[in-house]
């Protein structure tokens, strides 16, 4: 497939992917409950509560207690989605993952929006770029950064059913949907063209500019007349 034929059918938040998934996986599964702190408009949580108000936790700006508490819930068969800022899911509480969900194997979601630098006008306070590498380095511990709205919302409903912490991680701004919910699976690399020599790996809202950049490299191969530039992209 030529990347030029990957073409987006609308823009639309990450965020609210995350939003319309978890209510919809809550439809058919008793035990998803949702937890925030103090950012449920944020987190598109709004349809959730309405539907499920018995299943909403709010924690206020009490992070910390937030992880705990959905630590607590797993133990009792809970599955626990806990939601704030990608800044405040991970560094601010990052002792409490570490000792009470990852070593302990928790089936606790930690699903972080306005990630990396999504968040520009609210400064570094609010920023974060180490968190990838911070949730990787736990025991245990799964990393999904979906690329877009139906990536998002499929990767929402999936770790319902996926046995295990996770971090799902998330960004603010609308941005291209270009993926199908049908395609995506947990720890599975989507390739959106074939290559001989160059690969381009991305992954979140990077996903997009990626598949941009591996269009100008088709179009420059095209335009010398010859393969100078295969390339493999994945994401």
């Known amino acids: 497939m030529s990347l ?7 823009n639309k938040d990450t965020r609210s992917g995350f939003g319309d998934g978890i209510v919809e996986v809550a439809r058919r599964n008793p035990n998803v409950v949702a937890l925030t702190a103090d950012l449920a408009g944020s987190m598109k949580l709004q349809q959730f509560i309405k539907e499920f108000p018995e299943r909403f936790i709010q924690c206020g700006i009490a992070e910390a207690n937030m992880i705990g508490t959905a630590a607590g819930l797993a133990i009792t068969g ?11 899911s991970t560094g601010r509480v990052y002792d409490q993952i570490r000792q009470s969900v990852a070593y302990s194997d928790k089936n606790v979601k930690i699903c972080a929006s306005h990630a990396g630098l999504t968040l520009g006008e609210d400064g570094a306070t609010h920023q974060i770029l180490e968190d990838i590498g911070m949730m990787k380095m736990l025991p245990g511990m799964t990393v999904i950064v979906p690329c877009d709205y139906a990536q998002t919302k499929a990767a929402t409903m999936a770790i319902a059913d996926y046995q295990g912490p996770v971090y799902l991680r998330f960004g603010r701004p609308s941005w ?15 390739q959106f063209s074939e290559g001989t020599d160059v690969s381009i790996f991305a992954c979140g809202h990077m996903v997009w500019n990626a598949i941009q950049a591996g269009v100008i490299l088709e ?11 295969p390339y493999h992209q994945t994401t």
């Open 4 to 10: 030029k034929e990957i073409q987006s059918t609308g």
């Open 78 to 88: 809970k599955i626990p989605y806990t939601t704030t800022f990608a800044n405040f």
């Open 176 to 190: 291209p949907i270009f993926t199908k919910e049908e395609d995506f699976v947990i720890g599975k690399a989507q």
């Open 219 to 229: 179009e420059k191969r095209n335009q010398r007349g010859s393969d100078q530039y």
